[in-house]
């Protein structure tokens, strides 16, 4: 069943969205990941973009929402950025 600690954050004030699909290799890392990722929700949204973190089985989706195409791009960096410093901490801590 998927997890979505953010819950729908639907909101007419954001209508760009763009969807990041990470697949793992198991249900362990994309939930190590999906919980590393969730820490930043409420620190990064802001008045132009959102986002939401969902995790299922194996796979990651983080969900950026935003006000205008410059914000939603803003936000994917800033999203890109966070998995990839989340999934690389997770490799270091296994070897």
Do not use: K
């Not at 729908?8 to 919980?35: G, I, N, Q």
């Amino acid at each position: 069943m998927p997890t979505d600690d953010a819950g729908d954050r639907h909101d007419d004030r954001f209508p760009h969205e763009a969807v990041l699909e990470l697949p793992y290799d198991d249900p362990e890392a994309a939930t190590l990941v999906a919980t590393s990722l969730r820490q930043d929700l409420d620190r990064i949204d802001g008045d132009r973009s959102t986002a939401a973190v969902a995790c299922e089985t194996d796979t990651v989706r983080v969900t950026v929402r935003a006000a205008d195409l410059t914000a939603l791009r803003a936000g994917l960096n800033t999203w890109g950025s966070l998995v990839d410093v989340a999934d690389r901490t997770r490799r270091a801590a296994l070897g």
